[in-house]
Each structure stands twice: as C-alpha cells, then as structure tokens.
C-alpha cells in the first residue's frame, strides 16, 4: 500500500466516525428535549392539582375565619411543594425557548416566584399571626383580604399554566 491511499483510508476513517458521532449526538439531542417537553407537562398538571388543593384549603380558612373561629384553624399551604425540577432544568439549558413564547416564559417565572419557600413562609406566618390576633379589631378583615390576595394568586397561577400546557402541545 502507498501512503497516499493508507492516508485517504484514515481519513475517510475519521470523517465517517465524526459523521456518525454528530448523528448520535442529534438523536440524543432531539430524544432528550422531547423527555424534557414531556416531563414538563407532567410537572404543569402535577402542580395545577396542586393549586387545586391549595383552592380547597384556602376555603376551609375562609370558613373559619367567616364563622369566627379562626383560633380553631390549624391548616398548612405547603407552596414549596410543587414540582420544578424540569422547569429549572429548560431553562438552565436554555431549551425553553424553543418551546415557548417570552410571555409564556414570563408565566413561568411568575409561577416560580410565587410558589417558593419565601411564599409559603409568608402565607403560614400571616395566618399564624392572624389567628393569635383575631380578637383584635380589623384582623378579621385583614384575613378576609389576604383570602382574597391568594385565591387570586392561585387562580392567575392556574391560568398561566394552563396556557403554558397549551403551548406545549
């Protein structure tokens, strides 16, 4: 054999092994952003469930404070617990953007921010502080008005990831 055609054998060698490789590669790509689109659908119906207990929860604390026995309530709103782990995931890699539009991004980061452990510590706190001070003149309407603030919180939430499913699909 003469070096030219060891040479051009070798090369073609090369050539073929990055072609196959970038082949791979893409397939792997286009598997795992599809895993990733799935997965966060699953997240959004899980945490839309999610919102809908909260709903429920935040109705037994209306109630009691509504029939004046809030010192009676000892319900929790676990915000924290919703599912994220893929929405953090696409946009960390930054794949969100294939997938949505900025307003549906900002949905997103809405969602986010109001189910964090900063929120939940807030909403726990507010109704642990109106419950020691129901007895005080004003604190029933203060915790009708935050009843009011989060349910329109969770309904908002509720349709900005509903909308987000949508485009999802």
């Known amino acids: 054999m003469t070096f030219w055609n060891v040479f051009f054998g070798v090369f073609a060698g090369i050539i073929a092994g990055v072609v196959i490789h970038l082949g791979i590669d893409a397939i792997r790509n286009c598997r795992f952003k599809k895993k990733a689109k799935n997965n966060l659908k699953f997240e959004i119906d899980f945490n839309i469930s999610k919102i809908d207990s909260f709903f429920k929860e935040l109705e037994k604390y209306r ?3 509504n029939g004046d026995s809030l010192y009676n309530y000892f319900g929790y709103f676990p915000l924290s617990k919703v599912i994220i782990t893929t929405m ?7 794949s969100i953007y294939e997938y949505l539009s900025h307003e549906n991004i900002g949905k ?12 939940e510590q807030y909403i726990n706190n507010q109704i642990r502080w109106n419950r020691e001070n129901f007895n005080k003149s004003g604190v029933k309407q203060l915790a009708i008005e935050d009843i009011d603030f989060w349910e329109k919180r969770f309904k908002d939430s509720k349709q900005d990831l509903q909308a987000v499913k949508e485009k999802l699909k």
């Open 88 to 94: 953090i995931q696409v946009f960390l890699d930054r």
């Open 63 to 65: 109630n009691k404070v």
């Open 108 to 119: 997103l980061q809405n969602f986010l921010s109001d189910f964090s452990s900063g929120s």
